[in-house]
DNA sequence: ATCCCGAGGG
DNA sequence: CCCTCTGGAT
């Protein structure tokens, strides 16, 4: 089976498996899922949501993420890790949104890389799933893991890995492609122990059974 | 000890 | 390329 023959039969079977795969990071506006994501960075989403719900009952707008001192929004955000560094880039970012885009969340990759902790994942998660944009494949760690584990990718990188998906996924499956991979990897292929004897892609991954691979 | 929907800096 | 940032779960 040719790389592209077997991209197609794992879409298939993740589309089968997980049809109700969706982003599990709660939110309602795209800033929310914009100041979600950027605290999912080495964190859970299951932590994130933990945090999330007294951060946007307190600020609601950008202005209200910069008008927040640093020590309160630090606080807030403790549980999900590297809060010094999340609280410091979501204040910038948040400046940022006010001084040139009007307080709004905007809707290309450069000007959302340009945003302070915002790198290429991030920005394809907002642009993916809060604007319907298929603009590019977000790469997480999950996505980088099965994608290798499956033989779709060799690189080690998550831009190489999201150069080679592009080519593989139909541009109307990008963004349910990564959530399909991301749940999968939550349930089944997990890094430590992946459950090869159950999974649903056992007879197309060319690492089933070889554990840590 | 390793991993979690990474990004910035050197 | 490497290193650092951080807490919580397993």
């Not at 290309?108 to 809060?130: E, P």
């Not at 603009?135 to 890995?161: C, F, N, S, Y």
């Not at 459950?195 to 070889?210: V, Y």
């Amino acid at each position: 089976m040719t790389r592209p023959e077997r991209a197609a039969a794992v879409i298939a079977a993740l589309a089968r498996t997980y049809p109700h795969a969706h982003c599990e990071l709660a939110y309602t506006t795209p800033l929310q899922l914009l100041i979600a994501t950027i605290l999912s960075a080495q964190c859970t989403d299951k932590r994130v949501n933990l945090v999330t719900p007294a951060l946007f009952r307190t600020c609601r707008t950008a202005a209200d993420f910069v008008a927040l001192p640093a020590e309160q929004l630090e606080e807030l955000i403790q549980s999900a890790g590297f809060f010094r560094a999340k609280a410091k880039n979501i204040r910038a970012c948040c400046a940022a949104l006010v001084e040139r885009h009007g307080g709004e969340v905007p809707r290309t990759m450069d000007a959302l890389t340009a945003l302070a902790g915002v790198g290429r994942k991030t920005a394809n998660v907002v642009l993916g799933n809060a604007f319907g944009l298929n603009v590019g494949v977000v790469v997480d760690t999950h996505v980088q893991r099965l994608t290798r584990r499956l033989g779709l990718t060799k690189q080690t990188t998550p831009e190489k890995i999201e150069r080679d998906l592009i080519k593989l996924v139909p541009r109307a499956q990008w963004t349910l492609f990564s959530h399909w991979l991301i749940w999968h990897g939550r349930r089944r292929c997990t890094a430590r122990n992946p459950d090869c004897a159950t999974c649903e892609l056992r007879a197309l991954c060319p690492s089933a059974d070889k554990t840590g691979k």
